[in-house]
């Protein structure tokens, strides 16, 4: 996590798990990681009723861009029980990065999703110069 929040060595972050549901199904298990410089924007009671980007924007910080891979994997014993779906399952993987307007990381997600109730959706825009 220093590396991805771009953090010295043994600072202290924001760790929390969301499990994420649409007509009581599991549709997302979401596992981020802040800055605890972040710790008075985001906490416990807040997460429950409001998302963390709106939160953060509520707070000043407006994230500007992210870098996501996008995987899949089988699901472990773990997230199975949590996200209702068979050991071994498929599951979606996402990883992001998001940084705000002065290009800092604000946020590290490790995201899964159950691949029979979940989809990505991109749009991809040519660069006009080439």
Known sequence: MANALKLSRRTRVLHFERLRLATNQ????????LPVALEHFVNEDALKTTGLYRLLRQGGIHLRLASQTIGARSAGPREAWQLNVPTGAPLLTMQRISYDD???????????????RYSFEMSVVADSRT
């Open 26 to 33: 599991p549709i997302a298990l979401m596992v981020n990681f």
């Open 102 to 116: 002065a290009g800092q990381p604000v946020e590290y997600g490790s995201q899964v999703y159950p691949a029979e």
